[in-house]
């Protein structure tokens, strides 16, 4: 067949698929959306399927029977499990507005724009390999439909390898072609919501086409070349060297099947493509319902006559002559149906550029969004924030990522390439894709996990992933030292990428996958557990986690302070996603709320959310919250903000329940600075007291002297008697002042702490005898009975004799002075205690009611009152006697009842 | 008509010198020792003027002047108060309760008998 006619159908075939994404972006545009339709949804799911299943499966197939399968069984299982993993990613990403798997796990993990980054860099290398497989596949199949022109020849398939030039490389011109037509579907405008409806609506149909080609190769091989399937089986089972492919070998393979469905299962969520078409495309969360058997349903269709055509191709062709990968056009072309062929080539076309152009579409996305622009932004001299329109920036930015990805592919297909199946190459993306999963999954479903996890995980991930399959590959290919291959890194055979620590006898994407999974999720769970999260980590955790609770719906979690012009947030927005559209879309939001923005100069909260949310579907959430918050006046409040506002709240909370706590204390030291003051007072007024007191004291006295000295003085005629009389009155109270001044002084010294003692230990009985002694003449005047009962043997104690005999001498004065004359009795007891010494002096006389006993003892205070007769005395001596005996560590009490006596006793302690 | 004076105080000696004072100036002389004893006196018989001390056993001296201030009858009694305690607010309180006038102790007995002879003149 010459290669005008295939390169004309095939650039017909491209052209009418652009007419159908043409059509569906006009469609939408017109809001008469082309994909709302669920089928359309499943289809365009079922990009999954590329050239590797459209060539690979049946290669895969000759080497390992049903080896081929674990690729469709993992996402069957998962498609199980789509409403509660995929519908929960689906409302996460229209609550957030995400705009691929980057900016998924950066929204998650605190708006992290490194962490988007990381996502975007793993994609893009682990991706590469398997865009070099589909560039591979379409030129291969190229070749041989051209070559291969002789009904009944062999089909020779001389694939392009590193020594073909450039100019004669098919796989080069593939590769430019499918760029262009990537750029042409994927970045023809930037879309407010980063749908591509007409991308959408090709793909879907390519998936249409590839089914049917291939089935249509499958039905003319098994009923056409042979006799219906079981003829096919049959004819292989007699076959010795093929019969080993309808049984399991052994348990590594059995382990390798389990691994590769695990791991499918993961990729069907993860793969950047898939996450575009199910998660980011997915116009209604309701298709997802049709699709979890719709897809399942189109793989078992697609996979129907894997194991026909290969068997068919073993038994047809010669082992070495034609590669099993492309049994699918060999087979049709070696019975001369070319048109068969053609059309089989037109399904592996499909299956190549429905994967390139999604796959490509996806990654610019993130290299744009969550690479690039973080970047420029961040370079102030770029200035973009003030640029007019950035949305050909925009463009230009996602079509130059494409055309690099590609050629990246291209290079891996011509540096490496050439050493791999088709399967091997697409399953080294796979363990790659696979790494997304543990941050992705537990993203949504593990709230504890933290952004420094996240990344701890992908990079241990990608880390292992690099060491155990990319690196290796590179290796195998003469572009990296044999050697550590062979022998591991510097010669440790426990660092062999394709047995690590020893672990051999697996496949080594199996052997890989576990490693690289382990570290994935080893890192992600001990760094979570050991790392806290920041206030916006936190809450976003929650917002992905809980989508499904009606609080979940806010998503924008944005608090706005400060007012930002309507005219400046529409502007701000349209320099990203063009004027045309910004208007449109805030025409919309007013519509819908029944506003008119015209009047509306300052926007509210929900506007500038509204604002953010397009930017973010523009340029991803991070940079679109750095837009707004650049240009609407720095008075966005982020939610890190709003933390620290309320840590701040917190502190002057904490704070402020100091002040109160001081101010109580505060409250509490007034109080008792009062009580003290109170007590300052009352002590002044007890002063007062005292001094008018002594100055009473002191002047009774004093009046008498004066009186009588000027009587005298003045009345030279009295006779002689009377003289002496009255001058018996003038010495007497001299003596009574003198002896008030002593007391005072005393007191005074005793309270002021300087009066000298002499204390040592003495004989209290001694002390007694020699105050009985003093005051005997004073008994004795007034006829007073003095009895005496000393106990000898009392043990001595420390004292100081004057002062003791100064209380024995108060307490008798005081007897004497209440005892009746004449008949008054006084009994003087000393006796040892327990305590020590206790001496007691007792009277006869009126005794003291109950309520005085205390009172006796304050100065000036003479219980005496109650007598018509003022006793003398200056009422200090008890108060005295008191100071002395606490003085001496002793107390002194009175024991009476009026009417019966008193009794003064003290006690004096021994000697410690 | 001979005058007659009440001299109140619990102190002896003081009573002792203004009963010779009062005496030797030529008035007739009467004597209480606690301000219940001058009130039966002044019911027995008004005196003229008293020396009522302030400082004394059960009724005071400002409790004695207020009562016998209450009486109507008693409206002609003179008052000196007598007191040890100097201070200016006591004076303002003694002359409040109605005496006529006041002299601290220690006096000069000159003082007191020129006074009572001026209130009795």
Redesign the interface.
């Known amino acids: 067949m010459s290669g005008a006619v295939v390169i004309g159908v095939a650039f017909a075939y491209l052209c009418l698929l652009f007419a159908i994404a043409y059509w569906g972006d006009k469609r939408a545009d017109a809001r008469r959306s082309l994909i709302a339709h669920p089928a359309i949804y499943a289809l365009s799911i079922a990009v999954y399927c590329t050239s590797w299943t459209f060539y690979g499966s049946v290669g895969r197939a000759t080497q390992t029977g049903v080896g081929f399968l674990p690729i469709y069984l993992g996402p069957t299982l998962m498609a199980a499990l789509w409403w509660l993993v995929l519908r929960k990613m689906v409302r996460i990403s229209k609550t957030h507005r995400i705009t691929s798997i980057a900016d998924f796990v950066s929204s998650r993990y605190g708006k992290s724009t490194f962490l988007s980054g990381l996502v975007t860099v793993i994609a893009v290398i682990g991706i590469m390999p398997y865009i070099s497989l589909q560039l591979k596949a379409v030129s291969a199949s190229f070749t041989a439909l051209v070559e291969f022109a002789a009904p009944g020849s062999t089909p020779g398939l001389p694939l392009p390898g590193a020594d073909t030039p450039f100019h004669a490389d098919t796989a080069l011109y593939v590769a430019a072609i499918l760029a262009a037509f990537a750029i042409l579907f994927g970045t023809r405008h930037i879309d407010a919501s980063e749908h591509h409806e007409g991308m959408v609506a090709a793909i879907a149909f390519e998936s249409i086409v590839k089914l049917l080609a291939f089935l249509a190769v499958g039905l003319f091989v098994a009923f056409g070349l042979f006799a219906g399937p079981g003829d096919i089986f049959r004819q292989a089972a007699e076959r010795a060297d093929l019969a080993r492919l309808f049984t399991m070998p052994d348990a590594g393979a059995i382990g390798d099947f389990v691994a590769l469905t695990l791991l499918s299962m993961l990729v069907i969520l993860c793969l950047p493509r898939q996450f575009q078409v199910s998660v980011v495309e997915c116009v209604d969360e309701v298709h997802i319902k049709r699709a979890m058997w719709m897809f399942p349903l189109y793989l078992l269709l697609i996979n129907l006559f894997v194991l026909p055509i290969a068997f068919a191709g073993l038994l047809t062709f010669q082992p070495g002559t034609v590669h099993p990968d492309l049994f699918v056009l060999a087979l049709p072309l070696s019975q001369g149906h070319q048109f068969l062929a053609l059309f089989a080539f037109i399904g592996g076309l499909s299956a190549a550029t429905g994967m390139i152009i999604v796959e490509t579409v996806a990654l610019a996305t993130m290299v744009c969004n969550d690479l690039v622009m973080p970047v420029l932004l961040r370079i102030e001299g770029l200035n973009l924030a003030q640029r007019r329109d950035l949305s050909r920036l925009l463009l230009a930015i996602r079509r130059w990522t494409i055309v690099v990805v590609v050629l990246l592919g291209y290079l891996y297909v011509r540096l490496i390439g050439q050493s791999f199946a088709l399967v091997t190459i697409g399953l080294v993306s796979f363990a790659a894709a696979a790494q997304f999963a543990p941050v992705l999954l537990g993203g949504i479903f593990w709230r504890g996990a933290t952004r420094a996890g996240a990344v701890a995980g992908l990079m241990g991930g990608f880390g292992v992933w690099l060491y155990t399959l990319l690196l290796p590959s590179f290796a195998r290919s003469g572009w990296l030292p044999v050697g550590f291959v062979d022998h591991g890194l510097f010669g440790f055979a426990l660092l062999k990428p394709y047995a690590l620590f020893g672990l051999s006898g697996l496949d080594p994407i199996t052997h890989s996958l576990i490693w690289s999974l382990i570290a994935n999720l080893g890192f992600y769970i001990a760094v979570s557990l050991a790392s806290g999260q920041g206030a916006i980590e936190r809450i976003q955790a929650a917002l992905f986690v809980d989508v499904f609770r009606p609080s979940g719906e806010a998503g924008g979690g944005r608090f706005w302070r400060g007012t930002a012009p309507v005219a400046d947030l529409q502007e701000l927005v349209g320099r990203f996603v063009g004027e045309e559209a910004a208007a449109r879309a805030f025409a919309l939001y007013a519509a819908e709320r029944g506003l008119d923005l015209a009047l509306q100069g300052e926007a509210d909260a929900d506007l500038v959310n509204f604002a953010e949310r397009i930017l973010a579907g523009a340029i991803g959430a991070a940079s679109a919250r750095v837009m707004v918050a650049s240009v609407a006046k720095g008075e966005v409040v982020g939610l890190q903000e709003v933390m620290e506002i309320l840590d701040e709240a917190s502190q002057i909370l904490a704070y402020s329940q100091k002040l109160e706590m001081k101010s109580k204390e505060l409250e509490q030291a007034t109080a008792e600075l009062t009580a003290a003051n109170e007590r300052l007072k009352e002590l002044d007024r007890l002063k007062d007291d005292f001094v008018s007191t002594i100055t009473h004291e002191l002047r009774t006295p004093l009046t008498s002297i004066r009186s009588f000295s000027e009587i005298l003085h003045d009345n030279p005629e009295l006779d002689l008697g009377q003289r002496q009389e009255f001058l018996r009155i003038v010495i007497s109270e001299s003596e009574r002042l003198t002896r008030l001044i002593n007391q005072v002084l005393d007191l005074a010294k005793i309270e002021a702490g300087s009066l000298d003692w002499d204390i040592r230990t003495l004989d209290v009985a001694e002390a007694v005898r020699a105050a009985l002694t003093a005051t005997q003449r004073l008994a004795g005047d007034k006829g007073v009975t003095l009895t005496v009962d000393l106990e000898a043997g009392a043990p001595p104690v420390p004292a100081d004799r004057d002062r003791l005999i100064q209380v024995m001498v108060n307490l008798l004065s005081n007897a004497v002075k209440f005892a009746p004359p004449d008949k008054g009795r006084i009994a003087v007891t000393l006796a040892a205690t327990p305590e020590g010494v206790r001496v007691s002096v007792a009277d006869n006389g009126p005794g003291i009611p109950a309520d005085h006993h205390e009172a006796v003892f304050d100065k000036f205070r003479q219980v005496g009152d109650t007598l018509t007769e003022k006793p003398e005395g200056s009422g200090l001596g008890l108060a005295i006697s008191r100071t002395i005996l606490e003085h001496l560590g002793g107390r002194i009490w009175v024991e009476s009842r009026p009417g019966e006596g008193a009794t003064f006793n003290f006690v004096l302690p021994r000697a410690v | 008509m001979t005058r007659s004076v009440l001299v109140v105080d ?5 009573v ?3 009963e ?2 009062m005496k ?1 100036a030529g008035f007739d002389v009467r004597v209480a ?2 301000g219940e004893a001058a009130l039966t006196e002044v019911a027995k018989s008004p005196p003229d003027l008293i020396l009522l001390d302030v ?1 004394m ?1 059960k009724r005071d001296g400002y409790d004695v002047c207020q009562t016998i201030r209450a009486n109507p009858d008693w409206k002609n009694v003179r008052i000196i108060m007598l007191t ?4 200016d607010i006591e004076r303002e309180k003694g002359l409040a309760m109605g005496a006529d006038d006041y002299i ?7 003082e007191v008998v020129e006074r009572v002879k001026h209130y009795l003149a």
């Open positions: 619990d102190e002896s000696n003081i002792l010198s203004l010779f004072l030797q020792r606690d400082m056993p040890a305690k100097g201070r601290t102790k220690p006096f000069s007995t000159r």
